[in-house]
């Protein structure tokens, strides 16, 4: 019963959370289905659950009713023979009763028991299970000390037989700024998650100023990282406090400043409620473009020794992407800054490209010397630079 419990409530939970995607294919019936499904299944284990205790109870209250009939009528003839006087029938009769009330309950406290088992076991269950990413003992708090980030020959696939990353090795030196560019697939974003350590690399190792991150614990090795992702998700608060996410001690005019640094201040202001404004489920009020500034604005709250920009500016048009960049790039001055991009045109300033293609760095220098090497790198620049010709629209 609490199986299916548990998997109506998945279906339910899964089903309001994606509602957009539900209503943009007018898959409402087929959820309704679903749930329907599920708490069929729910509603038979829960007649059987109660099914069984009627039994028990029917079983236990008979037994009880007959032993009490027997014994009855055994005092009953004892008193007819003269072997037992009335007030021994009473006694065995107050013995019986005080025998069998407590009994009645039994039914029920044992259901309860049944129940308070049940739940023990699958909470020992959840605890038995192994955490993938654990502090190593004895693991130390991360030292900063410039922030250079280092991948060593690093090996890392999501299943063992799918590699993903194959002998990566570069070097970011503290304050500068690396790009990593390449198709869809190559790589880039895993490079993110290896140095938040969501996972830890098959083989080879990433450090942070010396210290590899498996020996470091995660929360001082995250705590050093801010990241502005390409997809934002925000939580269904205001817009205030989605910004001061990024730090929660952090004062109104932090979080004021970082908003204007996002270009999101002016935005906020002109809501009804200002910062106290509602930005819905998972920020269904805002625009891409204004839950990709609020995002910038949380990560500029931190004030990261690190700094990962996972395409931070794609969802914003082109005038406000500029005046975003000249902050990004403002922000990122004195910081390590990794940037995973898909617009070329977003690593011009970077201090060094990387090109990742199938797994391994095919390429790496600047945007210029990329350019002259004509390789991997200049034919993608080409293809984009079509690809904006192509776009330009006609005037009709």
């Not at 995660?218 to 050093?224: D, F, K, P, T, V």
């Not at 910004?243 to 999101?264: F, Q």
Request: glycine share 8%; aromatic share 8%; charged share 25%.
């Amino acid at each position: 019963m609490n199986e299916q419990d548990t998997r109506a409530n998945t279906k339910a939970i899964d089903s309001l959370i994606n509602f957009e995607t539900v209503k943009y294919f007018g898959n409402e019936a087929h959820e309704a289905n679903r749930y329907d499904e599920a708490l069929i299944k729910y509603e038979v284990a829960s007649v059987k659950s109660s099914q069984s205790l009627a039994l028990l109870n029917i079983g236990q209250a008979g037994i009880i009713s007959v032993g009490l009939t027997v014994v009855m009528l055994m005092t009953g003839n004892a008193i007819v023979a003269g072997a037992m006087t009335i007030g021994g029938f009473v006694m065995a009769n107050t013995y019986l009763m005080q025998l069998y009330q407590p009994l009645g309950f039994f039914g029920f406290v044992y259901r309860e028991i049944k129940q308070s088992l049940i739940d023990i076991e699958k909470m020992f269950d959840l605890l038995d299970v192994e955490h993938e990413i654990a502090d190593v003992p004895g693991a130390r708090e991360l030292e900063v000390d410039g922030a250079s980030v280092r991948f060593e020959n690093v090996d890392f696939g999501y299943d063992p037989r799918r590699a993903i990353l194959k002998q990566v090795s570069f070097h970011v030196p503290a304050g500068r700024t690396v790009a990593f560019v390449g198709s869809s697939g190559a790589g880039k974003s895993t490079v993110s998650r290896l140095l938040y350590r969501f996972y830890d690399v098959d083989g080879g190792a990433v450090s942070i100023d010396g210290q590899d991150v498996r020996q470091v614990t995660q929360a001082s090795l995250r705590g050093a990282i801010g990241i502005v992702p390409q997809d934002t998700v925000l939580f269904s608060d205001t817009s205030y406090y989605n910004i001061v996410y990024g730090r929660p001690g952090a004062s109104p005019a932090e979080v004021e400043a970082a908003a204007r640094l996002a270009e999101i201040h002016d935005f906020i202001m002109a809501l009804p409620d200002g910062y106290q404004s509602m930005v819905g489920e998972r920020g269904l009020k805002l625009s891409g473009g204004e839950k990709q500034r609020v995002a910038i604005a949380r990560t500029v709250v931190k004030d990261p020794a690190i700094l990962v920009l996972d395409e931070a500016t794609s969802a914003l048009d082109s005038h406000t992407e500029r005046a975003i960049q000249k902050n990004l790039k403002a922000l990122s001055r004195g910081r390590t800054t990794l940037a995973i991009a898909h617009r070329l045109s977003t690593t011009l300033d970077a201090d060094e490209i990387v090109v990742l293609d199938q797994g391994r760095i095919v390429e790496r220098g600047t945007h210029a010397d990329l350019l002259a090497h004509d390789d991997h790198y200049a034919r993608m620049w080409q293809r984009q630079q079509e690809g904006r010709t192509e776009d330009v629209p006609l005037l009709v």
